[in-house]
């Protein structure tokens, strides 16, 4: 079965689990992880284990205990 590698917007194969809201901007990827040294505070990271669980699940409560997430999460 073949595989593709799809290169992201940034011309890399790799896109970090990464998330900021700076200034309004809501930046995704390459290019928010690229702000986390100057903005901690407003860049979230280490998500991934969360992506396609439900909001209440185990694995996503005790993710965010653990994380330091900038803005607040509702549930959808």
Do not use: C, W
């Amino acid at each position: 079965i073949p595989i593709s590698i799809v290169i992201n917007e940034m011309s890399k194969r790799k896109t970090p689990a990464a998330l900021s809201i700076v200034d309004g901007d809501r930046l995704v990827g390459e290019e928010a992880a690229a702000l986390s040294a100057r903005y901690p505070d407003k860049v979230f990271t280490g998500f991934r284990d969360m992506l396609g669980k439900a909001f209440g699940d185990e694995v996503v409560v005790e993710d965010l205990k653990r994380l330091r997430v900038p803005f607040e999460l509702e549930q959808a």
